[in-house]
């Protein structure tokens, strides 16, 4: 067990309460479940990260070879810069979801720890005689985001002002105990967000002191639980829940930040295209508003008025913003006009949902 496993674990036996569905040693909830979703949208709060993965592209040919897997823009991209994008198979669907980081000497693709194995099969694959290398150093680092407006404070007194300046998926630097810490722009659930790249020595050092309630600036600890409700309010889809096989590019709602039209041929290109330009999809992402006070699980089958299914919920919490449950899903698209009713169906219970406009509340992430 790592230091930073074993301390998620401590807090765990501690009386912090568990994610429902971590791929690793998560935090739901620390304490108060309110007072983290206030800090992720006043801030500064704290969130432990660490379930994302990191895979380095070296090699001369990295960024030409990366282009032409993923639907967005690479070649063009300089050092500092960053954007999001999806890896898709021939048939045009989605494989995983990436934000792909330029760095000066190596590309960083920046992925949920879900997808790692997939990833790393779907581009050695795709190495042929290029001058790639492909490395994992996901357990190098630990990933601390520091996220809400007033992460402003933290941030300044780490050396980066003006984050909200800093261009989606930006990456800047920072030293911390002489050691250089890559951090990057990172809006993950719909408020201002600033992700660490810390040492993994280092990160149960660093998160106490900038949790540290002594401290002039200190960020509150905010668990999962608090993060999936600001970024369902959102409509941010999730790897794993909204990013799946299943599902096309254009249907995410995500096509326009995540797919160059201009970049030329990459790996399922063509299917994309020409969703494109017919602009029609078979169904699209919607948000739910759920009537009455069950949660409907992901997977449970949404129905039209002929008893028909038409779709599937994805995700769903109880909105503290709203205060009503709230889902996301996909639903065709005949059935997905803002005010069509629905219902939900799932082991022996039934709820009726309206389609609501996406997002529920303001906020975009990347």
Request: glycine share 8%; with cysteine.
């Amino acid at each position: 067990m790592t230091e930073w496993s074993h301390f998620v674990q401590q807090q765990l036996s501690g009386g912090a309460r568990p994610a429902r569905a971590p791929h690793q040693p998560l935090v739901g909830c620390y304490d108060d479940l309110d007072a983290e979703y206030r800090a992720l949208a006043d801030g500064p709060a704290l969130v432990d990260r660490s379930y994302r993965g990191l895979l380095e592209i070296t090699g001369a040919d990295r960024a030409s070879w990366l282009h032409n897997l993923t639907t967005n823009e690479v070649k063009n991209l300089s050092p500092g810069q960053g954007n999001y994008a999806f890896a898709c198979n021939a048939q045009g669907r989605i494989l995983f979801d990436v934000n792909i980081l330029v760095r000066t000497d190596a590309i960083w693709v920046d992925l949920d720890r879900v997808f790692l194995d997939l990833a790393r099969a779907h581009f050695d694959k795709y190495i042929i005689i290029e001058d790639v290398l492909v490395g994992d150093r996901s357990n190098e680092f630990v990933r601390l985001a520091l996220v809400g407006g007033r992460a402003n404070a933290v941030l300044t007194e780490a050396g980066i002002e003006h984050a909200e300046s800093m261009p989606r998926l930006g990456t800047a630097e920072i030293t911390w105990q002489d050691c250089s810490i890559p951090v990057i722009r990172h809006d993950f659930c719909g408020s201002l967000g600033v992700e660490l790249f810390v040492p993994s020595a280092k990160a149960v050092e660093l998160w106490r002191e900038l949790s540290d309630t002594s401290r002039p600036q200190c960020a509150a600890p905010a668990g999962d639980d608090a993060v999936q409700i600001h970024r369902i309010e959102a409509g941010v889809p999730w790897p794993h829940r909204e990013i799946t096989a299943e599902y096309l590019p254009a249907e995410t709602g995500q096509f326009d930040r995540a797919v160059s039209f201009t970049k030329g041929c990459y790996l399922g290109q063509e299917v994309i295209e020409r969703m494109r330009t017919r602009g029609v999809v078979a169904r699209r992402l919607v948000s739910l508003r759920v009537e009455g006070d069950a949660i409907p699980p992901g997977g449970a089958m949404l129905i039209a008025d002929d008893d028909k299914p038409v779709g599937q919920v994805t995700s769903s919490c109880r909105s503290l913003a709203r205060g009503c449950v709230i889902a996301l899903g996909y639903v065709k698209t005949a059935s997905a006009a803002v005010g069509t009713s629905l219902r939900v169906d799932w082991d022996d219970q039934t709820v009726h949902v309206v389609v609501a406009e996406l997002p529920l509340t303001a906020g975009q992430a990347d």
